[in-house]
């Protein structure tokens, strides 16, 4: 008897012993994706200021007067490039010299952060359709710019027309949700269906009355090339944005993820957290669309998750390790795309997909309860 409690004791402590260290691992590997995203945002900001941006305004124009920091600007931004130019040589590509492509990089790797973050609390309130619906809203968004620009020759971002409609769209789900009897997912799946539908009939319409050449290929699919700077930047923006929110946030969060009726009870403002959980999620599903196209976008907030459900003990381990295979796939697709010059956003959730059918071998259960913590 004293012998198998001992041995009980010793495999306890050998447990607990992996346990820290997978933590502790766990941890290491989310700051490194931290730092990468940090490091992302800072070449961003670099290709931003490189082109003096408002230099006809006063004050802009002082402080590079003053202080002549444009040339180590331009110093620090070319070392992005010449890490490049070494990684095209000992991989033989010629393709991260560019500065095209660092966009991309960093618009991908920022991505992998948020849209994971933002999709582990869909995934555990049952709401994954909502990334796929606001996605097509999205889609209208853009074409609904598309044909502006057409008719009136303006110059304006689409991405930030997707990300109105998208808002919109979000909190038009929200209202719809809140007042119709139906199941909950029913009025998801007609803004889904609705929401596209608007945008093809535009798209058509406005094939034969703009005069601005129509090609919506690439944020159907997802394409490198179509990530500009000025939507690079406003995938940076909305990443910083939604990092802090989801911190100040957390624990409102996780408590109408799983108990929404006791939040109600406490009288917290579950409408209003609701409602910046759906605005959150058309943020990111615009800024991602540029790299995984409209059709494919949502899978980047659930597959991950997925994943990193079947091999987590917590909601809080479900979140680092849903963030770190967000990464793998984003980073391992961009590899695969570039290699074979696949699209993007197929190239993703492929090794998305794969490091879901990983985590389902490795784990030693097909249903997992997860602690709220």
Same mark, same amino acid.
């Given at each position: 008897?004293?012998?198998?409690?001992?041995?009980?004791?010793?495999?306890?402590?050998?447990?607990?012993?992996?346990?820290?260290?997978?933590?502790?691992?766990?941890?290491?590997?989310?700051?490194?994706?931290?730092?990468?995203?940090?490091?992302?945002?800072?070449?961003?900001?670099?290709?931003?200021?490189?082109?003096?941006?408002?230099?006809?305004?006063?004050?802009?124009?002082?402080?590079?007067?003053?202080?002549?920091?444009?040339?180590?600007?331009?110093?620090?931004?070319?070392?992005?490039?010449?890490?490049?130019?070494?990684?095209?040589?000992?991989?033989?590509?010629?393709?991260?010299?560019?500065?095209?492509?660092?966009?991309?990089?960093?618009?991908?790797?920022?991505?992998?952060?948020?849209?994971?973050?933002?999709?582990?609390?869909?995934?555990?309130?049952?709401?994954?359709?909502?990334?796929?619906?606001?996605?097509?809203?999205?889609?209208?968004?853009?074409?609904?710019?598309?044909?502006?620009?057409?008719?009136?020759?303006?110059?304006?971002?689409?991405?930030?027309?997707?990300?109105?409609?998208?808002?919109?769209?979000?909190?038009?789900?929200?209202?719809?949700?809140?007042?119709?009897?139906?199941?909950?997912?029913?009025?998801?799946?007609?803004? +889904?269906?609705? /929401?596209?539908?608007? *945008?093809? @009939?535009? !798209?058509?319409? #406005?094939? &034969?009355? $703009?005069?601005?050449?129509?090609?919506?290929?690439?944020?159907?699919?997802?394409?490198?090339?179509?990530?500009?700077?000025?939507?690079?930047?406003?995938?940076?923006?909305?990443?910083?944005?939604?990092?802090?929110?989801?911190?100040?946030?957390?624990?409102?969060?996780?408590?109408?993820?799983?108990?929404?009726?006791?939040?109600?009870?406490?009288?917290?403002?579950?409408?209003?957290?609701?409602?910046?959980?759906?605005?959150?999620?058309?943020?990111?599903?615009?800024?991602?669309?540029?790299?995984?196209?409209?059709?494919?976008?949502?899978?980047?907030?659930?597959?991950?998750?997925?994943?990193?459900?079947?091999?987590?003990?917590?909601?809080?381990?479900? +979140?680092?390790? /849903?963030?770190?295979? *967000?990464? @793998?796939? !984003?980073?391992? #697709?961009? &590899?695969? $795309?570039?290699?074979?010059?696949?699209?993007?956003?197929?190239?993703?959730?492929?090794?998305?997909?794969?490091?879901?059918?990983?985590?389902?071998?490795?784990?030693?259960?097909?249903?997992?309860?997860?602690?709220?913590?």
């Amino acid at each position: 008897m004293a012998g198998d409690v001992s041995q009980s004791t010793e495999t306890g402590q050998h447990l607990k012993r992996r346990g820290g260290l997978r933590e502790r691992l766990e941890l290491v590997t989310i700051g490194v994706v931290g730092l990468l995203g940090v490091v992302m945002i800072l070449f961003i900001t670099l290709d931003w200021l490189r082109w003096y941006p408002g230099t006809d305004v006063g004050a802009v124009a002082t402080f590079y007067s003053v202080t002549g920091i444009d040339p180590y600007i331009g110093v620090a931004f070319s070392q992005f490039l010449i890490i490049g130019q070494w990684m095209d040589f000992y991989l033989g590509t010629n393709v991260f010299r560019h500065a095209f492509m660092w966009r991309s990089i960093a618009t991908g790797v920022l991505i992998g952060i948020v849209a994971p973050l933002v999709g582990t609390y869909l995934v555990h309130r049952e709401m994954a359709l909502i990334g796929e619906t606001l996605a097509h809203t999205a889609f209208a968004g853009v074409a609904v710019g598309l044909l502006v620009t057409g008719l009136t020759g303006w110059s304006g971002s689409l991405l930030l027309v997707a990300l109105v409609v998208s808002i919109i769209g979000a909190m038009g789900v929200q209202w719809l949700t809140e007042k119709t009897s139906t199941f909950g997912d029913v009025p998801i799946a007609i803004m +889904l269906s609705g /929401s596209f539908a608007i *945008g093809t @009939l535009l !798209i058509s319409w #406005g094939r &034969g009355v $703009a005069s601005v050449a129509i090609d919506i290929e690439g944020y159907l699919f997802g394409s490198l090339a179509i990530v500009t700077a000025g939507g690079a930047r406003m995938m940076a923006v909305q990443s910083i944005l939604v990092v802090a929110i989801v911190a100040l946030t957390y624990k409102q969060l996780l408590f109408i993820t799983f108990d929404e009726q006791a939040a109600r009870v406490a009288q917290l403002n579950v409408r209003g957290y609701n409602t910046l959980l759906v605005v959150m999620t058309a943020v990111v599903v615009v800024g991602a669309m540029q790299v995984l196209g409209v059709i494919l976008v949502a899978a980047m907030l659930v597959v991950p998750v997925a994943a990193a459900s079947q091999i987590s003990n917590s909601f809080r381990e479900t +979140l680092y390790l /849903s963030i770190i295979f *967000g990464q @793998l796939s !984003i980073l391992g #697709g961009f &590899g695969f $795309a570039i290699w074979r010059s696949f699209p993007s956003g197929g190239s993703i959730v492929v090794v998305a997909i794969s490091i879901y059918l990983a985590a389902i071998a490795l784990s030693s259960r097909s249903i997992q309860k997860i602690s709220v913590h």
